[in-house]
């Protein structure tokens, strides 16, 4: 059974830091893609940050400069390291699995993990 089960959301102030986590069961995880994806209230679920299996990133224009992505094969997890927060980053944040860079969205999900930014 593959879970994702994500860590380290919550509030944070503009212009904070935050790091998001993801830990990965069930699946082979240094031979598996892993994304983060956020859906803020009344919008889509949109794709933040992706990481191939290569450890090639790619990232949505409106977070580019202020996010990164990280996987550890060894723990198996893929962090999100997030600076310059804004209010509009405010949304829950979802891991994802088994992605490709021409296909980023993979077929595994987590719960979530909120994330609020205040003004």
């Known amino acids: 059974q593959v879970q994702l089960v994500e860590s380290g959301g919550g509030l944070v102030q503009a212009g904070g830091s935050l790091r998001l986590s993801c830990a990965v069961s069930?699946?082979?995880?240094?031979?598996?893609?892993m994304g983060w994806y956020r859906q803020a209230p009344g919008k889509q679920r949109e794709l933040v940050a992706f990481i191939s299996v290569a450890g090639f990133t790619l990232y949505a224009d409106s977070v580019k400069d202020r996010i990164s992505i990280f996987r550890n094969n060894a723990q198996k997890t893929v962090s999100l390291r997030m600076n310059s927060l804004k209010p509009e980053d405010t949304a829950i944040y979802y891991c994802?699995?088994?992605?490709?860079?021409?296909?980023?969205?993979?077929?595994?999900w987590g719960r979530g993990a909120l994330v609020t930014v205040s003004s």
């Open positions: 069930g699946i082979i995880f240094s031979s598996t893609g």
């Open positions: 994802n699995a088994g992605g490709t860079l021409r296909t980023p969205a993979g077929q595994y």
